[in-house]
């Protein structure tokens, strides 16, 4: 085995040998021509926390003192409704679009009428139970230090997610955000949010304001794809050339239901499995210096 952690039980792959030969692949190229490209809730944030569900961007304010009982209620009625058509093996990408358009709409709506205060931002991620997956220190920190760029794209809240990261202590230099960010008046209180709404089903290039980002790497050809939908399978569009891509998925819930579609699409499935390890072996073994 090259890479230790994939002999992990969590791990599940459709086809070892093939994974194997990216892996060499991205090796040979080395740090100088990789990128990583990853959704943020639960994928960089954990799923579950001392078996308890963590939050999501929208649930930590969703769940925070600065929203009204009676909007909390409406937007669990949302979620209700839509996540389980979001997660809906049945349906296709197609189907899901439409409705998760309707969904994010109606919550930033509900949001818009609570007059959130940009400075309470900070303090109620503090207090929230939101968690980076174990092993994120290493993760986050690796890539800096070889100067692997990292692109996080996110169907999540910018704010939010940047806060996280950075009371974590590991915003550095070479992240990317690409998420929807609330807009602030003068007095810095919400009042929207800026540009086209990025939902679980849309993360290509249709809502790639700024593609010149992938333009300036675009001698980066290696890419890590971390995500734990269907939908963040297409996180790596705005990519003008891929040579070697390795999609690591982290399936969370609906294990059953969802395992072959996953191994199907990802290279690498990770059951229930709450760390980076994998990310941090494959990327210690492509950065190691002989």
Not at 6 to 26: H, N
Not at 61 to 79: G, Q, Y
Not at 171 to 179: E, L, Q
Not at 214 to 229: A, E, K, M
Request: proline share 2%; glycine share 6%.
């Amino acid at each position: 085995m090259l890479i230790p952690e994939l002999s992990k039980d969590t791990v599940r792959m459709k086809d070892p040998e093939k994974v194997q030969e990216l892996i060499l692949a991205l090796k040979s190229g080395g740090d100088k021509k990789l990128q990583v490209i990853s959704d943020f809730d639960m994928t960089l944030s954990r799923f579950k926390y001392n078996g308890k569900r963590s939050p999501t961007c929208y649930n930590i304010i969703d769940n925070s003192k600065m929203i009204s009982d009676d909007c909390r209620k409406k937007l669990k009625d949302l979620f209700n409704i839509y996540y389980p058509l979001e997660i809906d093996p049945n349906r296709t990408s197609q189907e899901k679009f439409p409705l998760m358009v309707e969904w994010w709409s109606k919550a930033h709506t509900l949001l818009c009428e609570q007059r959130i205060e940009k400075q309470m931002l900070a303090q109620v991620v503090k207090e929230s139970q939101a968690r980076l997956r174990e092993g994120f220190e290493e993760f986050f920190d690796t890539l800096h230090q070889s100067e692997i760029p990292l692109f996080i794209f996110s169907a999540g809240i910018g704010d939010v997610l940047e806060e996280i990261i950075r009371q974590a202590g590991v915003y550095h230099s070479n992240i990317k955000v690409v998420s929807n960010y609330m807009n602030f008046d003068d007095n810095g209180v919400m009042n929207g949010f800026k540009g086209e709404i990025i939902h679980t089903y849309n993360k290509n290039n249709s809502v790639l304001r700024d593609t010149e980002y992938f333009q300036q790497i675009s001698h980066r050809t290696n890419i890590i794809l971390l995500g734990d939908t269907l939908g963040d399978l297409t996180m790596s569009e705005g990519v003008t050339n891929v040579e070697n891509i390795v999609r690591i998925g982290f399936l969370n819930d609906k294990v059953e239901e969802l395992t072959d579609q996953f191994l199907q699409s990802y290279d690498i499935v990770l059951i229930r499995d709450e760390t980076l390890d994998v990310a941090n072996g494959i990327l210690n073994f492509i950065t190691a210096k002989d």
